[in-house]
C-alpha cells in the first residue's frame, strides 16, 4: 500500500462556484514534482448544487495524474467542524493541509510548509495571504501579514481571530490528534478558535510562512459571516480571564469609552474587582470618574477613575482598534515601551 505524505483536507458546502478555481490551482502545486505522496480528501457537506458533479470530473482528473482523489460527505449540511473531522478520518496522510473551497493556493503553498513541518511537528503552520477582491479588509490582511512571530501567540483576543488564519493551516497529523479534531456544534461555533486555543493551552507552537501562499477569498456567503462577533468574543474573553486576568493582582482597562465600559461590564464578578481605572487620550474624560450601571441588579456596580494613558498602572487590557486612528494610538502605546504579553494585552 502506498504512504501518503500529505492530505489536502477540503471542506465543501454549495461550491461549484469556487472548485475549478481552487482545484486549479492545488494541481499547479511544486510538490507534484517532487517524489512526495500527496492526496485530495473532500467532505461534501450536504451540497444541493452541482458541487458533486465538479467533484467527479475532477477526481478524473487527478485518477490520471496517479493523483489519490477520495470523496466522502453527508446528505445533509453537519457544518464545517464536523466536514473537517469527516475528511481528516478518511485520509492517511502524515501531514494535513487545510483548503477551504472558495481560496486558492500558491504553487508553492504546499511545499513550502512542507519544508517547515517536517522539522517542526508539533507546530500549526500558516502563511501571508493576498486578498481576493483586491484591498477587502486592508486591516485585517495588514494585521495578519505584519505580526511578529512572538506576537503569534499574543495577540490572540482580538475580533480577527486566530493569529495563524484557518485558510492557511498546515501541521503534522498529532496536531490534530492531540487537539482532539474540530468541535462539530455545527454553523455559528468559531471551531477554528476552538481548535487554535487548545492547541497553544496543550504546548503547541505557531509559526507563520513569510509569504503568500493563500488567495483569501472575501464574499458574503462566507462560513465567517454566520458566526457572531458575540460568540467569538465570550470565548476569547472566558480565556483570558482563565490564562491571564486570573493571575493579576489588579490592571487597568485603556479606553473609558463603549469598548472599555462594554469589556469591564462583561467580566465575571471576581475579575471585575481587580479593575483599579480606565485610562484614555480624551481630555473630556480624563479626571472623570465613571459609574457602570448593571440593569439587571439595578444598582451601579463599579465606580472607575480615569487617567491619562502616561498614568496608567501596569498591567494594562487594552480595548482599542489597531490601525484606525492613523498611528497615533500605536505612538502613543510605543512610547511607553511596554512589553506585550507582559505588561499589556490587547482585546476586542
Not at 470523496?71 to 473531522?85: Q, R, Y
Amino acid at each position: 500500500m502506498m504512504t501518503i505524505d500529505i492530505s489536502i483536507i477540503i471542506p465543501i458546502h454549495n461550491g461549484e462556484k469556487w472548485i475549478n478555481n481552487c482545484m486549479k490551482s492545488i494541481a499547479n502545486q511544486t510538490i507534484f514534482r517532487t517524489l512526495t505522496k500527496v492526496e485530495i480528501v473532500v467532505f461534501n457537506d450536504g451540497s444541493n448544487d452541482n458541487t458533486d458533479e465538479f467533484l467527479q470530473r475532477w477526481g478524473q482528473y487527478f485518477k490520471g495524474r496517479e493523483i489519490n482523489f477520495l470523496i466522502t460527505g453527508s446528505e445533509h449540511p453537519k457544518g464545517v467542524g464536523a466536514a473537517k473531522n469527516g475528511a481528516v478520518r478518511l485520509s492517511s496522510g502524515l501531514y494535513l493541509c487545510f483548503q477551504d473551497i472558495d481560496d486558492s493556493m500558491h504553487p508553492d503553498r504546499i511545499l513550502l510548509q512542507w519544508n517547515y513541518a517536517r522539522f517542526n511537528n508539533n507546530t500549526l503552520i500558516g502563511s501571508k495571504v493576498t486578498r481576493t477582491p483586491i484591498n477587502s479588509t486592508p486591516r485585517f490582511v495588514r494585521w495578519a501579514n505584519t505580526l511578529e512571530p512572538f506576537q503569534l501567540k499574543q495577540q490572540i483576543y482580538l475580533s480577527y481571530g486566530p493569529t495563524i488564519l484557518m485558510p492557511t493551516w498546515f501541521c503534522h497529523r498529532s496536531v490534530y490528534n492531540n487537539v482532539g479534531g474540530f468541535v462539530e456544534t455545527g454553523q455559528g461555533t468559531p471551531e477554528d478558535l476552538i481548535f487554535f486555543y487548545t492547541h497553544i493551552d496543550r504546548g503547541g507552537e505557531l509559526h507563520r510562512v513569510d509569504k503568500e501562499l493563500v488567495n483569501y477569498t472575501y464574499h458574503k456567503c462566507s462560513t465567517t459571516f454566520s458566526i457572531s462577533r458575540k460568540a467569538i468574543q465570550l470565548i476569547q474573553l472566558h480565556r483570558l480571564e482563565n490564562i491571564v486576568l486570573s493571575q493579576w493582582k489588579q490592571f487597568t482597562v485603556w479606553n473609558a469609552g463603549k469598548s472599555g465600559r462594554k469589556f469591564v461590564r462583561s467580566l465575571s464578578p471576581n475579575i471585575q474587582k481587580k479593575v483599579i481605572g480606565f485610562c484614555d487620550v480624551d481630555k473630556k474624560k480624563i479626571g472623570s470618574v465613571i459609574e457602570l450601571y448593571c440593569p439587571k441588579q439595578r444598582k451601579v456596580i463599579i465606580k472607575l477613575p480615569v487617567v491619562h494613558f502616561t498614568e496608567a498602572k501596569l498591567p494594562i487590557i487594552i480595548c482599542m482598534k489597531l490601525d484606525l486612528t492613523n498611528g497615533e494610538f500605536e505612538r502613543n502605546l510605543q512610547s511607553l515601551n511596554l512589553i506585550e504579553g507582559k505588561d499589556y494585552y490587547l482585546f476586542g
